[in-house]
């Protein structure tokens, strides 16, 4: 970890204590400005703190799709051949040029640990504060639901990542950082999922605490880190669980994404980073305009002076992936918009689009957890055990009948792997899934493989038009090493004993 953050991060605490995240559960009085030492001494100030790990996870998740979806075959860019200043940082994701200079991959790591740093503190202060033991519990519950979240996403990220459960007192220690190897941090991520288990209740019981991490987000990520692991047998039953706790599919699939007071968590969401906009509290999303091609002005958005980032624009390989009559397509993208009476083929997503008063402050959440993705979970881990049963095929079709589309039929392992991934492809596009899938499912040489088919079709007829500018001699050339990101160059240069990924 750069040793610069082990004292700023500090700084940055006490700033977040100051912070709102966002939906009911975070709008609360600011406390007053007090050191770290004497502030955790009620409920209210443990929940400011928590509240502050919250918001640091909703600003990862902000440009979570780069790693997510960019780098993957679901997701393009809207190139502006006019500026080339995103070349060398998110455009890399897109084309595979990633390397350990790049800005972005040095705001994932510091964010992550930042997060990290702000989680183990409130942790360790909870054993001292002075509240009543259930609200403590709850707390707790959520720090390491929340602990295990980050580094089930950095592990993937990064493959062996340094595993910190505590604070450092003194910058010194940080220098005898090592990187712990992945199994040691998928039993962390078990051990501390388990433990929020145990911990957290199934629903909250206050109003204001809706969105807050439950038992039933726990169990889901602990399904999810076991079937990652192959522990098929443990991801049945753990998910199984989920199964029983009152989730359900919404009817329509739209509902997923709907920001309005009474679709938001639904009863299919499991859990999403919360966001609030509306107003000017810093709590907003802004995917929509994120996502919105470069030129569309407010074609997309609704409002002409928003700015758009041409970025996650869905392949053309992806939306031909759509079987004809899918509900989920139009819903999810749209494959051109009109400006000035004028068409423009340039795709762009469209499930977070929704109406807002202010410009570029939008009031949709990301959703990270859902029930249909335990339903595809379960099918998938039910086929790698024993095959493709009728109780596997029973929850693929629930979403296949959802989407509109007719039930598929039984064949061999090797037919549902493929039918399995191709409906997590369909169902969750555009909700950062599909990198850790391919993953999952892909050895680092098959992952490459399948990648360099992508970079060739891509290259051969681009999604959007690119202008004048030609395609790099690296650009779509994947190795098995970019099966995990390079580690920033700066904190090898502060810690050498971190030691960079192979191949960077």
């Not at 109780?391 to 979403?399: C, H, K, V």
């Not at 509109?404 to 991934?421: I, Q, S």
Request: one cysteine or more; a negative charge.
């Amino acid at each position: 970890m750069k040793i610069k953050n082990i004292t700023v991060i500090g700084i940055v605490f006490l700033t977040l204590l100051q912070t709102s995240c966002s939906e009911d559960f975070l709008n609360e009085t600011d406390p007053t400005k007090v050191g770290v030492d004497v502030f955790y001494q009620n409920e209210a100030q443990a929940k400011q703190a928590l509240n502050g790990v919250y918001s640091l996870v909703q600003n990862i998740t902000n440009s979570a799709y780069l790693a997510g979806e960019f780098q993957t075959d679901n997701t393009t860019i809207d190139l502006n051949p006019s500026d080339r200043g995103g070349a060398g940082g998110w455009e890399a994701f897109d084309f595979s040029t990633v390397n350990s200079g790049n800005g972005e991959i040095a705001a994932i790591w510091n964010n992550y640990y930042a997060a990290l740093y702000n989680d183990n503190l409130t942790l360790e202060k909870l054993l001292t504060a002075k509240f009543d033991d259930a609200p403590k519990k709850e707390i707790e519950g959520q720090l390491k639901f929340l602990r295990a979240y980050l580094y089930f996403n950095l592990v993937q990220y990064f493959g062996d990542v340094v595993i910190v459960t505590s604070t450092l007192s003194t910058p010194d220690p940080a220098f005898d950082l090592v990187r712990s190897p992945q199994a040691d941090v998928w039993a962390q991520i078990e051990k501390d999922l388990k433990e929020a288990i145990a911990l957290l209740p199934a629903k909250y019981a206050k109003a204001e605490d809706r969105g807050r991490a439950t038992k039933g987000a726990a169990l889901s990520l602990l399904g999810k880190t076991y079937l990652t692991n192959k522990k098929y047998a443990d991801a049945i039953t753990t998910l199984k669980e989920v199964t029983t706790l009152g989730y359900a599919l919404n009817a329509n699939y739209a509902d997923n994404f709907d920001p309005s007071p009474a679709k938001k968590n639904g009863i299919e969401s499991i859990f999403e980073i919360q966001y609030q906009g509306d107003n000017s509290l810093g709590e907003a999303s802004n995917f929509e305009y994120v996502f919105a091609p470069r030129v569309s002005k407010g074609a997309v958005t609704g409002y002409a002076a928003g700015s758009n980032g041409g970025r996650n624009i869905p392949t053309n390989d992806l939306i031909a992936a759509y079987e004809t009559g899918d509900l989920r397509k139009d819903i999810s993208l749209k494959t051109s918009f009109t400006l000035d009476g004028v068409v423009y083929k340039i795709p762009y997503v469209s499930k977070y689009n929704y109406p807002h008063t202010i410009v570029g402050l939008t009031n949709t959440n990301w959703p990270v957890l859902r029930y249909a993705d335990i339903l595809l979970m379960l099918a998938e881990a039910i086929n790698e055990q024993s095959g493709a049963s009728g109780e596997a095929l029973g929850y693929l079709n629930q979403i296949r009948k959802r989407a509109g589309l007719a039930d598929l039929n039984a064949g061999g392992k090797d037919e549902f792997r493929t039918a399995v991934l191709k409906e997590r492809r369909l169902e969750l596009a555009f909700e950062n899934q599909r990198w850790f899938d391919l993953k999952r499912t892909k050895t680092p040489a098959e992952w490459a493989a399948f990648m360099n088919v992508h970079g060739a079709m891509e290259k051969a007829k681009p999604t959007v038009d690119r202008g004048n500018v030609p395609f790099n001699s690296n650009d779509y050339i994947f190795t098995e090493n970019e099966y995990v990101l390079p580690l920033p160059a700066n904190e090898i240069l502060i810690n050498p004993k971190l030691k960079q990924n192979a191949g960077y």
